[in-house]
């Protein structure tokens, strides 16, 4: 059965607009909460962090609201990345872990993320438990007064998070001498990700560090690396990280301002991985990885396995086969020997701590050749259209057209009203060709 209110990364959608308002997120609250409530531990605890987007003070109070009314006691940390979320909920023994945030997505938008008590992101079949509770009647829910939950905010979050990412590294790891930029998209890193590379000793120059509620991946961050390519120039910088708004993913920019994807950063670290006998299992990619990446681990004799896109589905496929290194060509990249979702700083901090001997990244970067690919994301009223008779058919055609030649993909997104249509091949004309058979059945 269809989920009504989860995607492929939680909750997520226009602030005010459908789903995403205090009203909705009391009764998300409630619903998430009494799921948890009715497992019957001890001690029922959530905490919640949140990104930088303005809308995050009138969701978190709701959000807090419905758990407490369902008798769970709630910390809050404020501002504080995905994973370090994470991590806090599994360090600190919580039965839930709530993040606030849209990701990528521009400051008009909001959402949730949810993770259990192993600091994993809830399962498909766990988010429709809880969307069963969403829209039953408010009052069966409800605690007595007695057994409702309290709140408490926790301000050092991020000291707790910079803590255990400092102790998955060897304790004289040191970054002096380098010079590194760091775009945090005014977004949830903006305070852990500048002060741990400079607390490491590197000459940090740090940019998108000055959140205002609006200005959350405008123009800058991982979905905008133009910016990082050219503060990197500017600072003659060793290399040059990007996050996005709740710094899961990672882009990054060597030292001739060049920008590495995340299908680069995952291939780097496989092969380091592989040669310093680390690596595990394999690699997971998804629908979305290069297929030169896909040609590049058939050649090192590296396992390779596509998930559905999204970091969620990655991991699962990770725990699945026991890999221990997954990710997006997008930058949500899964360290599984530290981490269970996708953390932007702790990658940047796995790829320093490769160069700190005194590489150059554009030395141990462009270890495969990528197949030309081409994505257009196309805005859509609605996402059904992908099921069209006259849309499956130029599918269809546009297949068989490129097969052995490359490969097409054609999508809906999970967190946007947006059909997404990829072609990969050496063929120039022939991807674009494929792509506009597919586009006009959609417009």
Same mark, same amino acid.
């Given at each position: 059965?269809?989920?009504?209110?989860?995607?492929?990364?939680?909750? !997520?959608?226009?602030?005010?607009?459908?789903?995403?308002?205090? *009203?909705?997120?009391?009764?998300?609250?409630?619903?998430?909460?009494?799921?948890?409530? #009715?497992?019957?531990? $001890?001690?029922?605890?959530?905490?919640?962090?949140?990104?930088?987007?303005?809308?995050?003070?009138?969701?978190?109070?709701?959000?807090?609201?419905?758990?407490? +009314?369902?008798?769970?006691?709630?910390?809050?940390?404020?501002?504080?990345?995905?994973?370090?979320?994470?991590?806090?909920?599994?360090?600190?023994?919580?039965?839930?872990?709530?993040? /606030?945030?849209?990701?990528?997505?521009?400051?008009?938008?909001?959402?949730?993320?949810?993770?259990?008590?192993?600091?994993?992101?809830?399962?498909?079949?766990?988010?429709?438990?809880?969307?069963?509770? /969403?829209?039953?009647?408010?009052?069966?829910?409800?605690? *007595?007064?007695?057994?409702?939950? !309290?709140?408490?905010?926790?301000?050092?979050?991020?000291?707790?998070?910079?803590?255990?990412?400092?102790?998955?590294?060897?304790? #004289?790891? +040191?970054?002096?001498?380098?010079?590194?930029?760091?775009?945090?998209?005014?977004?949830?890193?903006?305070?852990?990700?500048?002060?741990?590379?400079?607390?490491?000793?590197?000459?940090?120059?740090?940019?998108?560090?000055?959140?205002?509620?609006?200005?959350?991946?405008?123009?800058?961050? +991982?979905?905008?690396?133009?910016?990082?390519?050219?503060?990197?120039?500017?600072?003659?910088?060793?290399?040059?990280?990007?996050?996005?708004?709740?710094?899961?993913?990672?882009?990054?920019?060597?030292?001739?301002?060049?920008?590495?994807?995340?299908?680069?950063?995952?291939?780097?670290?496989?092969?380091?991985? $592989?040669?310093?006998?680390?690596?595990?299992?394999?690699?997971?990619?998804?629908?979305?990885? #290069?297929?030169?990446?896909?040609?590049?681990?058939?050649?090192?004799?590296?396992?390779?396995?596509? +998930?559905?896109?999204?970091?969620?589905?990655?991991? *699962?496929?990770?725990?699945?086969?026991?890999?221990?290194?997954?990710?997006?060509?997008?930058?949500?990249?899964?360290?599984?020997?530290?981490?269970?979702?996708?953390?932007?700083?702790?990658?940047?901090? *796995?790829?320093?701590?490769?160069?700190?001997?005194?590489?150059?990244?554009?030395?141990?970067?462009?270890?495969?050749?990528?197949?030309?690919?081409?994505?257009?994301?196309?805005?859509?009223?609605? $996402?059904?259209? /992908?099921?069209?008779?006259?849309?499956?058919?130029?599918?269809?055609?546009?297949?068989?057209?490129?097969?052995?030649?490359?490969?097409?993909?054609?999508?809906?997104?999970?967190?946007?009203?947006?059909? !997404?249509?990829?072609?990969?091949?050496?063929?120039?004309?022939?991807?674009?060709?494929?792509?506009?058979?597919?586009?006009?059945?959609?417009?």
């Amino acid at each position: 059965m269809k989920k009504k209110y989860f995607g492929t990364d939680g909750i !997520r959608g226009t602030v005010n607009i459908g789903n995403i308002n205090g *009203e909705k997120f009391f009764k998300f609250g409630l619903a998430a909460g009494t799921y948890f409530k #009715n497992l019957k531990k $001890k001690k029922q605890v959530a905490i919640i962090a949140k990104d930088t987007r303005l809308s995050g003070y009138t969701l978190e109070p709701a959000l807090v609201s419905g758990l407490a +009314s369902a008798g769970m006691h709630i910390f809050t940390l404020g501002p504080l990345p995905t994973n370090g979320l994470a991590m806090l909920t599994k360090k600190m023994k919580a039965n839930l872990g709530i993040m /606030i945030t849209a990701s990528h997505n521009p400051f008009h938008d909001n959402g949730l993320k949810l993770f259990g008590p192993d600091g994993m992101k809830l399962s498909d079949k766990i988010e429709k438990k809880i969307e069963n509770l /969403i829209d039953k009647k408010t009052i069966n829910h409800l605690s *007595e007064p007695k057994f409702l939950g !309290r709140v408490k905010r926790l301000e050092d979050g991020n000291d707790k998070y910079m803590k255990i990412l400092k102790e998955n590294f060897p304790s #004289n790891f +040191s970054l002096k001498n380098m010079r590194i930029v760091i775009d945090c998209a005014n977004g949830a890193g903006y305070k852990s990700a500048p002060k741990l590379l400079s607390d490491l000793g590197a000459k940090v120059f740090a940019i998108g560090t000055s959140p205002n509620g609006l200005n959350i991946n405008d123009n800058c961050g +991982s979905t905008f690396p133009g910016v990082l390519k050219k503060s990197v120039k500017k600072f003659k910088a060793d290399l040059g990280i990007a996050l996005d708004g709740d710094a899961d993913r990672v882009i990054m920019c060597d030292e001739k301002s060049q920008i590495i994807d995340g299908d680069q950063i995952i291939a780097m670290i496989a092969k380091r991985w $592989k040669r310093k006998k680390i690596l595990k299992g394999g690699v997971i990619g998804t629908l979305m990885s #290069n297929y030169g990446l896909e040609q590049f681990f058939n050649s090192e004799k590296i396992r390779f396995k596509r +998930s559905n896109v999204g970091d969620r589905y990655v991991k *699962e496929m990770m725990k699945k086969y026991n890999f221990n290194l997954g990710g997006e060509q997008s930058g949500h990249i899964i360290l599984g020997n530290f981490a269970t979702t996708g953390d932007g700083i702790l990658v940047a901090l *796995e790829i320093l701590f490769a160069l700190r001997k005194g590489k150059l990244a554009s030395e141990i970067f462009r270890v495969y050749k990528p197949v030309p690919q081409k994505l257009i994301n196309i805005k859509v009223k609605n $996402k059904q259209i /992908i099921n069209s008779p006259k849309c499956k058919k130029a599918i269809k055609y546009a297949n068989k057209l490129i097969k052995n030649k490359g490969r097409l993909l054609v999508r809906s997104s999970g967190t946007e009203s947006k059909i !997404r249509i990829m072609c990969e091949t050496f063929n120039r004309s022939l991807m674009n060709k494929c792509i506009d058979l597919v586009k006009k059945q959609i417009y």
